[in-house]
């Protein structure tokens, strides 16, 4: 369960990553696909794009990881970090924030909010699990 449970988070962030990324070239066509507020400087979305792939990348690594000689990526502890944080800012935006978003970027940013809280949830409890027994 841990494993997919990576796997699945990893894939998360490289999603992000790269259309974060692909902002770069085509801030625009992202933004109007996605339904988001314009990029006016793709600078900080592309870091930020590099950001969430390193997080794919280390939770590839530890969803691999068999032992404690091998090298350690980003654990559970850390995911449910993260994806907690992420989501309640994105919550916040969307609750509180002046946004101005058409229905479906609106619906695109409750998905993502509200996975990103899930899927944290989830490998809490199997973190939680981990250290009980």
């Given at each position: 369960?841990r494993?997919?449970?990576?796997i699945f ?15 770069i ?21 592309s ?16 969803s ?6 091998k ?12 994806n ?6 994105l ?16 619906i695109?940013l ?15 409890v ?6 009980n027994?």
């Amino acid at each position: 369960m841990r494993h997919k449970l990576l796997i699945f988070d990893a894939i998360i962030n490289f999603t992000l990553g790269i259309l974060l990324l692909l902002s770069i070239p085509y801030a625009d066509q992202i933004t109007g696909f996605m339904g988001v507020p314009a990029i006016e400087q793709a600078f900080y979305p592309s870091i930020m794009g590099g950001v969430f792939m390193g997080i794919g990348v280390s939770l590839v690594i530890e969803s691999n990881r068999r032992s404690s000689a091998k090298a350690v990526g980003l654990g559970l502890a850390g995911a449910v970090a993260i994806n907690l944080c992420g989501g309640v800012v994105l919550i916040g935006w969307l609750l509180f924030g002046d946004l101005s978003l058409p229905v479906g970027g609106t619906i695109f940013l409750w998905v993502l909010a509200v996975l990103l809280v899930a899927i944290s949830s989830i490998e809490a409890v199997v973190h939680r699990r981990k250290y009980n027994h």
